[in-house]
């Protein structure tokens, strides 16, 4: 019984680490294949991850490449153990602009990630809050990065969700 019982942890124990993806690499957007971009996607011809994954730290670099070949370049940095306070640029009417964020990213038991994107940004006395959730999954072969967004975006009327799905592919 007891060598049953140890056998049955072992193979729990063993089933969690197959779960855990690994989502190092480097990425490229597919538009192809992803759905319901957001509108600023009309301007971008170019949209690479840069990813670094260890078990308690994930640094997502992202590129985006213009209409006018100018690359804009992000970084953000999770914490997978707790939520980390930084500040992330958002373009706002005069350009870039540094707004303080807060970055959560959560590992799930399926080997997926759930990422959270607090912003507060300041439009004259306004103070709006926008949040983003994605979740993470890899394709079954790995060669696909698959994300569901949810964004708040602001806008002339306040904020407005769009709903984005995301295929990257290795490479």
Known sequence: ????????????????????????GRWRLDVAQS?????YYSTITEHRLDIAHSDSLLTVDVALVDTAAATHRLRFPY???????????????????????TLTATPRADGGLEIEIAREIRM??????????????LSADGTQLLIDRVAEMPGPGG?????????FVRG
Do not use: C, F, N
């Open 35 to 39: 759905r319901d971009l957001p509108p």
């Open 159 to 167: 904020l407005r969700t769009v709903r984005s799905h995301y295929v």
């Open 1 to 24: 019984m007891r060598a049953l019982a140890l056998a049955s942890l072992a193979l729990v124990v063993a089933s969690a680490a197959a779960a855990q993806s690994s989502y190092t």
């Open 79 to 101: 914490d997978l153990r707790k939520p980390v306070a930084t500040t992330t640029q958002v373009l706002g009417p005069r350009g870039p602009i540094d707004v303080p964020t």
């Open 124 to 137: 004259g006395e306004r103070v709006l809050r926008p949040g983003d959730h994605e979740s993470w999954r």
